[in-house]
């Protein structure tokens, strides 16, 4: 009989006991100042790419900790890379360096996933 | 409609009238299950020997409009207060209400009546030129199960059977599911309030089964209004109810117990869809789990017959083996007969698989 | 030595050791207004309802931020009463107060009476009753703890298990239980839970580092000097993690675990997560005693049912009542060292009044 | 018509009653059924009806997202700051329909559906729903016994007890001409039958918008009617 | 025949020859077909003199070493050019010895041995000149072994950490000339054809003199050298015969371009190791000991790079200044950036094509100095006094250079920014653009192609102003130091235009580390990988050096530098624009009248 589709849309939950970590871990091992995240949006605020379009360094962060990768690899190739949210952190987090962290291990990901 | 409360909801008890009901029926019900609201006048009537009166001029509440956003507030208000007028008429000035959409609206009209006087002058302008009516606002507003439970304990001195297993004579385990507007909206109206309602719970226990609480037990079967009436929202009410039957799958309860008509009718039949989307139940074998109103479980209990009384045979999930459980006895040939017993042909099959497949 | 004191001066202090000053309240707020009192020649009636002062903190663990003893405090502040020579009197409540021509009359249930020339009432606070919120499940799941069990359960037995009798793998702490709820009637802050969560996630995460601890906040009111650098603390050593949502309902699963539900504000999506064991970080409440010391004199309470005070900058301890003062968190909540300092403000205020008092002539 | 929308939101007074003031706390997101399926955040809404930006209210009047909610109103419940964002859903719903926003968005134009379905059992049956129109075929969802109640319809009603069409008192009696008559006038009189109207005006602008002309050169609602239901 | 002595000596050369023809030969041949033209016609007479005159200065001589630390200098110096000498010598002693041009390969090497005699034309002169090259070359060895040991004594912080290949090649070479010097005083003692040196060791070691023991002290003098020649390929010194290759090919113009090619492979055989470039690294200071260009040199060498050491530099480019061999650190760093990021994707797609306003001039502040709006106001303030018609292009919505993205390896990504810039600033019709941050300077100028757009820095915007007397900067006495970024300095070679504006507001006091050793600021957009904390250590060691000179003010001309020193409390920080605007404020003060048009400028920037 036809299905409604009713797994589609699927649960948006976020559920905390099945999520992919393996991003979140990776960059916090060679970033642990990541840890520190207050989420207060100051990087958001000052991001010059977020000037031109909806990029939102601060979901970044919050993708990264909730392991929403896919989303994640799509909204960072907006970052330019000019450094002011890592000037503006309160927290003094090297967020530079989380997305160069984020954008290696995505190419890596990738690599790894292509079938051989 | 400020909530406000220094003691625990679930020692809270509402003041439900004692006798002389003014019965306002429910649209879904009498759809679904016209059988449970017969039962429930004759079990106020003949088993607890009050006065309830069925007016045949009352007419929907319009609530399933309202709240799928295309009967105004206004509209509402008036055809609550011309249910209000009829009762007064008849003399009545307690609400006995069937369905629980109905019982969300009466309460919340009540409730802004009381903070807004000038919407209660409105709806009472516009009943007097539509109708010529006037109208009085009740004395007490009653669910049926308020009232089940309020004499729960006289039931269960009638009861010709228990809530236990006949073989080995273990409570048998019911989950219960109150309709969101029972007490979401209103928890004082309620019985127990909204998180731990204590008024299915109450019925169970008193008649010997046990109560189990499950994770998403308070989440909402997933009517959604309009997302049930559009066929192409459907997802979103299937979907709510599975999250429920996942949740209570590993409490394998007997079965389900529920205050609301439309959770009622949901719970039985999306156990038949999602059997037919996934090829698996959440319990209850091939059969699913029996799901039965307050009306209809009081009635089995008090003994009434599953078919010509009850209309079991209305739901897609057989009661069949929660009968057997229980030990009550029936004839399984009258199921699907007619009027005196007449042939009148059967479903194609009953519970969530095509045996046949 | 009176040579070096003005004349008034040493006409007061000779009418000061005349006064008495009843304290209601044998809590750290009415023990060190008591021995300040006491220590300046004044005769100084401490009353406790229960067997021994030291009130609330003879029941916690450790204090924050700095993770000290309050047994230390409690031993300090006894031996200071004592050595200034209150006279306290236990196991009895005081349940009354009189004006009576200018003096107070204090009784209790048996009819023990106490009079005075000022009265200090350092009642303290009620813990909030979890049970309240019944969504949350206290009392219902037993592995929903308040924090207040946690500090009983850590000074009793110094570690923290499950109900099944095993160490916790994920601890979630929920925030304003209690507090800023219009359900539960308390609009207004308690101030020290969120410290207070801080301060228990990082003590967990020592005894169990393998353990992940949730904090579920919506604002992080970290107003003392040191708070802020224990909040980063736990994020940075002890891995804490912070969910900015308030918990909407714990569901207990089978295995006895928690299923919580919050939402994750910060990116706008409903949360589920299994939990080992909750903790609620229940607010403080105005002392059940309250209602009855304010019976039969002017003291009121203000719109959370503390005591009112006159003015709440320039005369915080000053009672509505002309005689009557306030110390401690019977004012508001307030934390260990706010409590002294509070009660100390409390104390001078006491020695201004007498001194001023008109019957008596003063200055 | 923006400058207007927060002099008629705040014009309802399930406004006042459903929001006074929200903290964020995201404790109705959090046990919302429709938050979990649908790109949708009650607290949000909150948020921005409280903003009073009219800009953005105006964006929400035309988008899916108010039509999400279920109205369960579970999140009347838990709010800290006793608020229902299910009762601010359902005054933007009515502020989306009287200004016409609503047939901007997919999830808004099926309000069409419901006035024609559910509105018209109600002046027509006194019923907001009734057997003879819940054809299996539409509602496969329904089951095999419900196919088998609804073939044998008025022999099913009768041997429960019901009153199926029947004059006096009982289960789905017939709701006797006065009695309708009376709905019928109190719908004229209160706004019903005029609200329903103004979802049809709309409904047809959209419907011309969409190119659903009959050979009059008037909106053909039936093949709009077509077009909602297959409009995913 | 005791010829097998030379076996060792000739294998090992054997060997090497084959090994460098093999390299040089696949060297050359991975150059790009324009580089090895550019290599090709290098080999002119002028221009192959003077690559040989910076083989002799730079790869005998080691003058660099020598400017930078005498000491160390001597040791290379004494090493290779003694050793040189050596050869040299030896050679023509032969030919004089064998009155023949034509001498075997190896005669020169082992000459004390074969050759017994004194006989030949001023065979005294030789053997006293070799001695001499001799004890030259030893004490460059005991230098070295001291150094290894004893590296403060150099004026070296570090030395470079050795691994097993550089530890047997430097073993053997350590063991070579001490050897030579035990063979030929053996045979001196023999044969009376040593000098000086030789005949002495040859009296003290004489109890053990046998035509046995000196067969023994040239084998092994013969094993040592056939060692070195054979570890050398394998090891650090392999930089000796590279390095004359990278002279003539980097005098050929030949450079990195984004990609990696064998001109890498050149540069990094080329690194002797010998840790100049530690010293001058500031990281070092904040307890950053793996990330040093020796390092990444070697590493690239092993292929075993990592992102935590490629990424942790902050390209200051102090480490190029000193290094003996000239290796493009920077370039070759960045290089090396652009390969371990080519995977990453970036998408700009929202970019969007706003016109372009008509403008004579183009201000273009940069993602920095939007976090330093003193410095856009101070702009905004010499523009209005100029009267200059301004397009301030990224007033509102502007994307950033390119030159963070470029910075961190990220080169594609960065065209398509400049795409966008240059198709904005080249509508806008203007003839110059200003900027007021070296690292968008730096970028504009390399990297964008702009036409006739002069692009100037702000330094030099202004410098114009007051040359050409339309700004009037008041000059008083106030002390400024000035800090060179190093985007602007090492990395642009501008040092002159800031100073020169700066001199006509107060008195710029010379300090010791300016200009090519100026100190990074430590706030580098070019080093991903350090932390906040270790930021501030470098600050601090700046800010602490600055201080000694009692500045009342540090002038920088950087908002990232601004930016970095302006989190110090101890000092007063300003870029050199502010430092303009509030000296004309001042001198107008005093001189209302001449600055009556310009108070108007001030009252409408204060608005």
Known sequence: ?116 | ?357 | MNRFLPDVLIHTTEMMKNKHVAVIGGGIAGMEAASVLARQGLKVTLVEKQKATGGKLNDWHHLFPDFSSPGVVVENLDKKTVRAGVNVVCHTEISHIERNNGRFELSDQRDVKIFADAVIVASGFHVFDATLKEEYGYGLFSNVITSVDFERRMKKHGKLLTLQGTEPRRVAIIHCVGSRDAKVGNIYCSKVCCITGIKQAIEINKMLPECEVFCFYMDLRLYGSKFDSLYLEAQKRHKIQFIRGRLSEAAERPDKSLQLKAEDTLQGRPLRMNVDLVILLVGMEPALSNSSLMRNNQMKPDENGFFRSVNMHEARNVGTQEGIFMAGTAICPMAVNETLENARSAALEVMNFLRTDKNHGGF | ?232 | ?607
């Open chain 4, 1 to 232: 018509m923006h400058s207007k929308l927060n002099s008629l939101l705040k014009s309802d007074v399930r406004l006042e009653e459903g929001l006074t003031a929200c903290m964020n706390c995201g404790i109705c997101t959090a046990i919302c059924p429709a938050a979990e399926y649908f790109e949708y955040d009650p607290r949000s809404i909150a948020v921005t009806v409280q903003s009073g930006n009219e800009e953005e209210i105006a964006t929400l009047l035309e988008s899916d997202t108010i039509w999400y909610c279920g109205q369960c109103m579970s999140c009347k419940t838990r709010c800290p700051r006793n608020n229902c964002p299910g009762l601010i859903i359902s005054v933007l719903r009515k502020v989306s329909q009287e200004t016409g926003a609503f047939v901007q968005s997919r999830m808004g134009r099926q309000q069409y559906l419901i006035v024609k379905n559910i509105g018209m059992n109600i002046l027509n049956y006194g019923y907001c729903v009734h057997p003879t129109i819940l054809m299996p075929e539409n509602h496969p969802e329904q089951g095999p016994v419900w196919k088998w109640v609804y073939e044998n319809m008025g022999e099913v009603y009768a041997s429960v007890g019901a009153n199926l069409n029947g004059d006096g008192p009982g289960a789905m009696r017939k709701i006797s001409g006065a009695d309708l008559g009376e709905l019928h006038r109190i719908f004229k009189e209160s706004g019903g039958l005029k609200f329903y109207e103004t979802i049809e005006h709309f409904s047809k602008i959209k419907a011309l918008e969409l190119g659903f002309v009959n050979e009059n050169g008037e909106a053909d609602m039936e093949k709009y009617t077509q077009h909602l239901l297959q409009e995913i």
């Open chain 2, 1 to 357: 409609m400020e909530t406000k409360t220094k003691t625990r909801w679930s020692e809270h008890n509402k003041e439900i009238a004692d006798d002389h009901f003014f019965y306002l029926r429910s649209c879904i019900r009498q759809n679904f299950n016209p059988a449970a609201e017969k039962i429930f006048l004759s079990i106020l009537q003949k088993n607890l020997g009050k006065d309830i009166y069925d007016d045949p001029r009352h007419t929907t509440c319009t609530g399933i409009g309202y709240h799928a956003d295309i009967v105004p507030f206004e509209t509402l208000q008036t055809v609550i207060a011309r249910q209000f007028s009829l009762m007064a008429e008849k003399g009545y000035k307690n609400c006995a209400v069937s369905c629980i959409t109905s019982f969300g609206c009466y309460n919340e009209v009540l409730a802004t009546w009381k903070q807004f006087p000038d919407e209660m002058a409105k709806a009472g302008e516009n009943l007097r030129k539509a109708t010529g009516r006037e109208f009085e606002m009740p004395e007490n507003l009653s669910h049926s199960c308020d009232i089940i439970y309020k004499f729960r304990k006289e039931i269960a001195r009638q009861a010709r059977y228990r809530l236990v297993h006949r073989e080995t004579g273990e409570p048998l385990k019911i989950v219960d599911h109150i309709g969101c507007h029972y007490a979401k909206i209103f928890p004082e109206k309620s019985v127990g309030g909204s998180e731990y309602s204590r008024v299915l719970t109450g019925m169970i226990e008193a008649w010997g089964g046990e109560s189990v609480d499950y994770p998403e037990r308070r989440h909402c079967c997933g009517f959604g209004f309009r997302h049930y009436l559009i066929k192409n929202n459907r997802s979103y009410s299937i979907s709510n109810s599975r999250k429920k039957f996942v949740s209570m799958e590993p409490y394998r309860p007997d079965a389900i117990l529920t205050n609301c008509p439309g959770c009622n009718m949901f719970m039985d039949r999306w156990q038949y869809t999602l059997a037919q989307i996934e090829g698996k139940t959440y319990g209850g074998g091939t059969n699913g789990i029996p799901v039965l109103s307050h009306e209809e479980l009081a009635g089995l209990v008090l003994g009434y017959d599953p078919w010509k009384d009850l209309g079991l045979q209305m739901h897609q999930v057989d009661v069949e083996p929660l009968l057997q459980k229980i030990g009550i006895v029936y004839d399984p040939a009258q199921k699907f007969a007619g009027v005196n017993g007449k042939y009148i042909n059967e479903p194609l099959f009953t519970g969530c698989f095509n045996p046949h497949n």
């Open chain 5, 1 to 607: 025949m005791e010829n097998f002595i030379i076996i060792p000596f000739t294998v090992g050369l054997i060997y090497l020859t084959l090994v460098l023809i093999y390299r040089f030969v696949k060297w050359v041949r991975g150059l790009s077909k324009l580089d090895k033209l550019r290599l090709v016609q290098s080999f002119k007479i002028r221009r192959m003199l003077r690559s040989l005159k910076e083989v002799f200065y730079e790869g005998l001589l080691h003058r660099k070493i020598f400017r930078k630390n005498p000491v160390l200098g001597y040791m290379h110096m004494s090493l290779a050019f003694g050793w040189f000498l050596l050869i040299v010598l030896g050679h023509i002693e032969v030919m004089a010895a064998r009155r023949s041009l034509l001498v075997p390969f190896y005669l020169p090497v082992f000459f004390r041995y074969f050759e017994t005699g004194t006989t030949f034309f001023a065979s005294g002169i030789f053997s006293f000149l070799m001695d001499f090259f001799l004890l030259i070359v030893l004490s460059g060895v005991a230098l070295a072994m001291l150094k290894r040991f004893k590296k403060q004594l150099f004026g070296m912080k570090k030395t470079t950490r050795l691994k097993t290949g550089d530890r047997m090649a430097l073993t053997s070479l350590w063991l070579i000339f001490p050897l030579r010097l035990l063979a030929e005083g053996m045979s001196a003692e023999l044969y009376g054809n040593g000098s000086f040196l030789t005949s002495s060791v040859g009296h003290i070691i004489g109890s053990f003199s046998s035509e046995s023991t000196n067969l023994v002290l040239w084998t092994a003098y013969s094993c040592a050298l056939g060692f070195f020649f054979a570890a050398l390929p394998n090891s650090r010194y392999m930089h000796i015969p590279t390095e004359v290759l990278l002279i003539f090919v980097r005098n050929a113009g030949i450079r990195l371009k984004k990609r990696n090619n064998t001109y890498t492979d050149i540069q990094v055989f080329s690194c002797s190791r010998c840790g100049l470039c530690l010293d001058n690294c500031q990281m070092a200071a904040a307890g950053i000991n793996h990330a040093q260009s020796v390092y990444i040199l070697k590493n690239i060498r092993n292929n075993n790079l990592t992102d935590e050491q490629l990424f942790n530099c902050l390209l200051c480019g102090k480490c190029e200044v000193d290094c003996p061999v000239g290796i493009n650190t920077i370039d070759l760093r960045i290089t090396q950036r652009i390969e371990s990021t080519l995977q990453y994707n970036s998408s700009y797609n929202y970019l969007e094509d706003l016109p372009a306003r008509k403008a004579s001039t183009i201000y273009f502040a940069g993602c920095m100095t939007h976090l330093t709006p003193g410095i856009i106001a101070s702009m905004k303030t010499l523009f209005h006094m100029a009267g200059e018609n301004v397009w301030f292009m990224d007033e509102e919505k502007a994307p950033c250079c390119g030159r963070p993205l470029m910075l961190a390896g990220q080169h594609d990504a960065a065209s398509k920014l400049i795409v966008n810039n240059t198709r904005k600033i080249l509508g806008s019709g203007a003839k110059t653009l200003v900027v007021s941050c070296p690292i968008c300077y730096k970028v504009f100028r390399e990297d964008y192609e702009l036409g006739n757009v002069e692009v100037l820095f702000h330094a030099e915007y202004i410098s114009r102003l007051i040359r050409e007397q339309i700004i009037l900067p008041g000059k008083t006495t106030t002390r400024i130091v000035y800090h060179d970024p190093c985007e602007l300095g090492r990395g642009m070679g501008m040092f002159e235009p800031p100073r020169e504006v700066l001199r006509a507001t107060g008195k710029v006091i010379p300090v010791k580390n300016e200009k090519q050793m100026a100190h990074c600021c430590g706030g580098s957009l070019g080093n991903l990988k350090i932390s906040q904390q270790e930021r501030a250590v470098l600050r601090n060691q700046a800010v602490k050096d600055y201080q000694q000179y009692l500045p009342d003010v540090l002038a920088t001309a950087c908002p990232l530098c601004k930016k970095t020193f302006a989190r110090h409390r101890g000092i007063e920080v300003m870029d050199i624009a502010e430092i303009v605007v509030s000296s004309i404020r001042k001198s107008a003060e005093v001189v209302p009248v001449k600055a009556s048009v310009k108070e108007e400028a001030f009252a409408e920037e204060l608005v």
């Open chain 1, 1 to 116: 009989m036809e299905d409604f589709s009713f797994l589609n849309p699927g649960s948006r939950q976020i559920d905390f006991d099945n999520f992919d970590d393996r991003l979140l871990l990776y960059v916090l091992e060679y970033e642990p100042s990541f840890v520190t995240c207050i989420s207060c949006g100051g990087c958001t605020a000052t991001c010059s790419a977020g000037n031109l379009t909806n990029f939102n360094v601060r979901k970044i962060g919050l993708w990264l900790r909730r392991g929403e990768t896919e989303k994640l690899s799509q909204e960072i190739e907006k970052c330019m890379f000019c450094g002011k949210c890592t000037l503006v952190c309160p927290r003094d987090i090297n967020i530079r360096n989380v997305i160069l962290l984020i954008k290696k291990r995505i190419s890596e990901l990738k690599t790894e996933n292509q079938p051989v």
